[in-house]
């Protein structure tokens, strides 16, 4: 089944303690990105990946990492958690970036990390 | 002033009601533009997408962009129950330092009722 897959679902952490949130494909998919969903303000995009070892910052990197060191894999790092980054998020991935959807279902979404920072 | 602004309602029509959201938009550059519903508790699905100004129809859904005034909305006609939901719109522009970014709204909360 084609899909992408977050962990963990749901995380309780405290400031400063190191995180990672994972996300994977298995679709062959070029594209990968990472948004935050806040009450009020949509979603908003953190990081994104063109390619292995492309990634650009989205619209809100403060505060966060990205890597991609396979094509499968897009983790999301906080090296340094602070309670502003308590959010919603979502990976997703497409075989072109947008807006090159090429078909209603060419762009595919996690199912969200929901994240707590103390 | 933010890129896209959309009003979050939330919207509450009775069910068959012909519903209209709406976004407005500052950059020019944007000329894509998409619309994506997401339920409770799931992630985004993309809904429909078009390109620079005119109207696209699919099924009960109509999109219209007038890039002329910064504006789109979407249409569901005949709502039902399970268009219950919230709405995203969404916008890029292709090529330069914005290849591969979206903007996104703020949403906006659908419920229909029976």
Known sequence: ?118 | QKEVEQDPGPLSVPEGAIVSLNCTYSNSAFQYFMWYRQYSRKGPELLMYTYSSGNKEDGRFTAQVDKSSKYISLFIRDSQPSDSATYLCAMSAFGGTSYGKLTFGQGTILTVHP
């Open chain 1, 1 to 118: 089944e084609a899909q992408v897959t977050q962990n963990p679902r749901y995380l309780i952490t405290v400031t400063g303690k190191k995180l990672t949130v994972t996300c994977s494909q298995n679709m062959n998919h070029e594209y990968m990105s990472w948004y935050r969903q806040d009450p009020g303000l949509g979603l908003r995009q953190i990081y994104y990946s063109m390619n292995v070892e492309v990634t650009d910052k989205g619209d809100v990197p403060e505060g966060y990492k990205v890597s991609r060191k396979e094509k499968r894999n897009f983790p999301l790092i906080l090296e340094s958690p602070s309670p502003n980054q308590t959010s919603l998020y979502f990976c997703a991935s497409s075989l072109y970036p947008p807006p090159t959807f090429h078909g209603l279902r060419a762009q595919y979404f996690g199912p969200g990390t929901r994240l707590l920072v103390l």
